[in-house]
């Protein structure tokens, strides 16, 4: 049968796993440096990932393929969350749940400690449908929280599973569009936003809010907003 699917220009694919992370069917992997379609069956044909590529090596085509398999492709996810694979092909952004570092032997002050228990933390490469999302109190930290506070780990990561994202400098569709998927997906406990009170910043809070909407689910919210000098400004 004909229908829409993905196509890849590999001469212009410059193997970033960018479209593989946006691709809820994880129908792509990074494959010898170069994005490939694991199986026809797993592609919906939408063209979510297009987006993401900077190289514009993707597009969708109509062509002879294999039906779309919901079902094959919820077992494939299934299988993907339960493994150690990278499918971007790039060791740093594995997906990686871990407890908090215990104290070493040298006395280190409480709020020194690391609380971090999740990587990757930036958005654009965080899964979608990463095993540490499972009933998960999420914090989403504009970029420059971490440098304008102190004892950042302690006050607000502790507890929580961390993303990092720039509302002023990134893609902000592909933040709402990619937040959306992951409050949908996922069974999320709570969402917090950690963002500076500079007005740009605020672009974040916005996201968010109508990722939350999208979603269609009533997910708890608390928002933290940050001088320029480090003190908490407002807390709601």
Not at 3 to 22: A, F, H, L
Not at 90 to 100: H, L, N
Not at 225 to 230: F, V
Request: net charge neutral; charged share 25%.
């Amino acid at each position: 049968m004909k229908r829409n699917i993905i196509e890849i220009d590999e001469e212009k694919c410059n193997g970033c796993g960018q479209c593989v992370t946006s691709c809820a069917e994880a129908a792509l992997q990074i494959i010898n440096g170069k994005a490939k379609l694991v199986k026809e069956i797993y592609c919906d044909g939408l063209g979510a990932c297009i987006g993401t590529c900077p190289m514009g090596a993707l597009i969708i085509t109509q062509r002879e393929a294999e039906e779309f398999d919901e079902k094959a492709t919820e077992k494939h996810v299934n299988a993907m969350k339960h493994t150690n694979e990278q499918p971007c092909g790039c060791p740093g952004s594995a997906v990686i749940d871990f407890k908090p570092r215990a104290s070493s032997a040298q006395a280190v002050p409480v709020a020194e400690q690391s609380e971090l228990t999740n990587w990757p933390l930036q958005l654009k490469l965080v899964p979608i449908n990463a095993p540490y999302f499972n009933n998960a109190d999420i914090l989403i930290a504009a970029d420059c929280t971490a440098f304008s506070t102190t004892g950042f780990h302690a006050r607000f990561i502790k507890g929580k599973k961390l993303i990092i994202a720039c509302p002023k400098l990134d893609d902000a569709k592909y933040y709402l569009d990619k937040l959306t998927q992951i409050f949908r997906g996922n069974p999320i406990k709570s969402v917090s936003v950690l963002r500076m009170e500079v007005p740009c910043c605020g672009g974040l809070t916005h996201i968010v809010k109508e990722a939350i909407k999208g979603s269609e689910k009533k997910i708890p919210y608390q928002e933290m907003i940050i001088r320029i000098n480090g003190d908490v400004k407002k807390e709601e």
